[in-house]
């Protein structure tokens, strides 16, 4: 069956401090995956995807398929990253049909 | 103009009511979504549509009833509302995501529904 384990709940870090967002999944096949961020009283929406490659609001997320993570880093924290973030697979589901899956979310604190 | 629109944005009932929620998307995507966040932040697929057929439903029970009159609308009607359906609700959109690659959902703004 498919999971994603995103180990901390809620994670505090001070501004200027490196940021590390854990992701573990357990998926069938080779599956995309995505971090998504949802800031406070803003609508879901994609932070960024491994098969971009790409540097978004100075994150990053290299995917290890070894250790089947996808941990979101960032070198140093600034106040408004401070918002709920999702690991995200997109992947087969049942009967062949490709889903969405979330983890159960890292609420992320910049502290001043 | 806003890809992704719920509506309402906020919704407060008493339980045993039926209600209803309205979701359109405008990008012209095949594949529609509705999500549930609980109260501890835990975001679930409920159903998928793609072309206005069902694909996903996810162990949700019979008295949520998705209907999709056309591929930009995707409306979740609730029957006999209970304390426990207080949540979150997103609608979402993709392109068709078989065989896509980096598919990207685009979700609405969410509906908080409140069971009193």
């Known amino acids: 069956a498919q999971r994603v384990t995103q180990p901390e709940k809620l994670l505090s870090v001070f501004k200027g401090a490196p940021v590390e967002l854990k992701c573990n999944y357990s998926y069938s096949g080779s599956p995309e995956l995505f971090w998504y961020v949802q800031y406070s009283r803003q609508r879901l929406q994609l932070l960024l995807r491994?098969?971009s490659r790409e540097s978004i609001k100075g994150f990053t997320a290299d995917l290890n398929k070894g250790e089947t993570s996808f941990h979101l880093k960032k070198p140093f924290a600034q106040e408004e990253d401070s918002a709920m973030y999702y690991c995200a697979p997109w992947g087969v589901a049942n009967f062949g049909n490709e889903k969405l899956t979330f983890g159960t979310g890292t609420r992320l604190t910049i502290i001043p | 103009d806003t890809a992704v629109s719920q509506t309402p944005k906020y919704l407060v009932t008493q339980m045993g009511n039926d209600k209803s929620i309205k979701c359109e998307q405008n990008?012209?995507?095949?594949?529609m979504y509705w999500y549930k966040q609980d109260s501890k932040k835990f975001l679930k697929i409920m159903f998928s549509y793609n072309n206005k057929e069902l694909i996903i439903n996810e162990t949700v029970p019979n008295r949520f009833s998705p209907k999709s009159p056309d591929k930009a609308h995707l409306n979740l009607h609730i029957n006999s509302l209970e304390l426990g359906d207080s949540a979150v609700y997103f609608c979402?959109?993709?392109?068709?995501?078989?065989?896509?690659?980096?598919?990207?959902?685009?979700f609405g703004q969410g509906t908080r529904l409140t069971v009193v």
């Open positions: 990008l012209g995507h095949d594949t």
């Open positions: 491994h098969i």
């Open positions: 979402a959109s993709s392109q068709d995501g078989l065989g896509g690659r980096g598919i990207e959902a685009f």
